[in-house]
């Protein structure tokens, strides 16, 4: 069993604000929690599902801080968080069962690329998908949400910046807005995931409320940031958060 003392649940907590942040804000913060649960020793699969303990109350009370902004939109991001159930009950199944090193490598690639699409012209990009400026291929979303829940019920890390592209460029929302359906879509897709890991014995419950302290209060704030900053801010917030997780799954550092 798994012991800390009052350094190493100081660590979660703080971890777990500045992932919040960055996780409402854009995404990108479990690359930061999921390295430092595996370095307080514990293993990574048990990482992963504690982590979504933290996810769980994250996007709750980011919830309620977009509520108080009076942008939430939680009608629509649970329709949206439907069509991504089947992919996360496959991708969660995966999870407790596969390891997924070679899969962080590709996908610190392709990250960079999800990133750079958000500073593409909105007109030349969003035509190409069918999103922002023509509807004709808006049916893409739907099997583009499936793909995505298939993701961040294998690993979570960076699913918030594939949501938000998918949103961002096939349903024509504005950045703000699509981070109001992103933390629904995360919330609800989260409570069967955690069932799933929870009876595969991979979460250590005490570790994932110290860390969901720490992720409630940075969803909060992450919240009021995104609304009050305007989505200048929140381009600047996705390179980094970016940059910093494909540098880390790439074993950069």
């Known amino acids: 069993m798994y012991e ?3 350094l190493s649940l100081a660590l979660l907590f703080f971890t777990g604000v500045l992932a919040g942040v960055i996780n409402v804000m854009a ?3 479990s690359s930061i929690v999921l390295p430092v649960l595996i370095f307080l020793g514990i293993d990574p699969t048990v990482a992963n599902g504690t982590n979504r303990v933290a996810i769980l109350f994250q996007n709750f009370f980011a919830i ?3 509520r108080k902004e009076g942008i939430a939109d939680i009608r629509t991001g649970i329709k949206l968080a439907i069509f991504t159930l089947p992919g996360v009950l496959l991708g969660a199944f995966a999870a407790v069962r596969v390891g997924d090193e070679l899969f962080q490598k590709i996908l610190a690639v392709v990250l960079i690329f999800v990133c750079a699409s958000f500073f593409l012209n909105v007109g030349s990009f969003g035509n190409l998908l069918g999103g922002r400026e023509g509807k004709s291929k808006r049916w893409v979303l739907y099997p583009a949400l499936v ?3 298939f993701y961040g019920g294998f690993i979570q890390v960076g699913v918030g910046l594939f949501i938000m592209a998918a949103l961002y460029h096939l349903m024509g929302a504005s950045l703000a807005k699509v981070n109001v ?3 629904v879509v995360v919330l609800f897709y989260t409570i069967p995931v955690i069932l799933i890991f929870f009876l595969s014995g991979n979460i250590s419950w005490f570790i ?3 860390l969901a302290a720490g992720n409630s209060v940075g969803g909060w ?3 009021t940031f995104s609304v009050r900053g305007g989505e200048k801010y929140i381009r600047v917030v996705l390179v980094v958060a970016v940059g910093l997780m494909a540098l880390k799954l790439l074993g950069i550092f």
Do not use: M, N, T
């Open 27 to 29: 995404g990108g913060g």
């Open 221 to 223: 704030f992450g919240a």
């Open 181 to 183: 359906h992103k933390v």
């Open 64 to 66: 309620l801080s977009f």
């Open 208 to 210: 994932g409320v110290c």
């Open 4 to 6: 800390y003392d009052f």
């Open 147 to 149: 793909l995505i829940g």
